[in-house]
């Protein structure tokens, strides 16, 4: 939005004819401070377009802020309530201990688990440069994204992955919010999700389009809390997943996360 708004400013653009305007991942432009900016774009433009809002949690507290200026007299649609399972995802989870034990069930979890692409999702952006050496340095074909990236190197190593060029993404929530990139079998949370929300975002980049995908969680004692209420929030069956040799010390609670 900010690079949208400077153009304006410069007067290098112009939306007073804009018939149609679609601000979507409302939600994380939000998440992101972007409202002032959405807000100073939507002011320049023509008031008799049609306006669409999508967001996948529609009760974000700050949507109102953006919807009163954007929206007139608005219907909302509902499509595929959050908490519905993907019906073509197969989510596993696989018990795990410190960073590096995580690292080498991954590098198994790579080299076994069949897919033409892997996406590995972790939390912090200092994680992922960290992770992706460590892979490189085991011979795996692997790019990291993270959103302190500039946009000429984000389009550069999604161009990697696209192509195939590289068979493994390591990314954070926020630089892979909204991809849709083919052949993308495989979602391994390296790091556990902080909520249903991102968990939902992570693993819906597998299983689209009818094609059949696999989401791994590897899960420690200090994550399995959130994990296990992630489950049940989702109303998610997790498959329990080993690997003989790399089993962990922490083996969890009598019942598996998301059982009732």
Not at 224 to 239: A, M, P, Q, S, T
């Amino acid at each position: 939005p900010g690079r949208l708004l400077e153009h304006l400013e410069a007067g290098e653009a112009d939306l007073g004819d804009l018939e149609i305007l679609v601000l979507d991942e409302a939600d994380r432009m939000l998440d992101m401070g972007f409202a002032d900016d959405v807000l100073a774009i939507i002011s320049r433009c023509n008031p008799a377009r049609q306006s669409l809002l999508f967001s996948a949690t529609l009760q974000h507290h700050g949507l109102g802020r953006i919807a009163g200026p954007l929206l007139r007299d608005p219907q909302t649609l509902v499509i595929n309530p959050v908490r519905e399972p993907h019906p073509d995802i197969e989510h596993q989870v696989l018990l795990s201990d410190e960073p590096e034990h995580k690292e080498r069930q991954l590098l198994w979890l790579l080299e076994h688990e069949p897919s033409d692409k892997a996406l590995v999702f972790v939390n912090t952006r200092e994680r992922t440069v960290a992770l992706a050496n460590a892979l490189m340095g085991k011979g795996q074909r692997v790019a990291a994204l993270h959103g302190e990236m500039d946009q000429r190197e984000r389009n550069r190593v999604m161009g990697l992955f696209h192509r195939g060029e590289v068979a493994v993404l390591i990314a954070t929530d926020l630089a892979a919010r909204g991809l849709d990139i083919p052949g993308v079998g495989l979602v391994i949370n390296f790091d556990a999700p902080r909520s249903g929300g991102e968990y939902l975002h992570r693993t819906g980049r597998t299983g689209r389009a009818g094609e059949r995908g696999t989401a791994i969680t590897l899960v420690n004692s200090m994550e399995w809390n959130r994990v296990e209420g992630i489950g049940r929030y989702l109303r998610l069956e997790f498959v329990p997943r080993s690997i003989k040799g790399l089993e962990s010390r922490f083996q969890g609670p009598s019942r598996g996360p998301g059982r009732r």
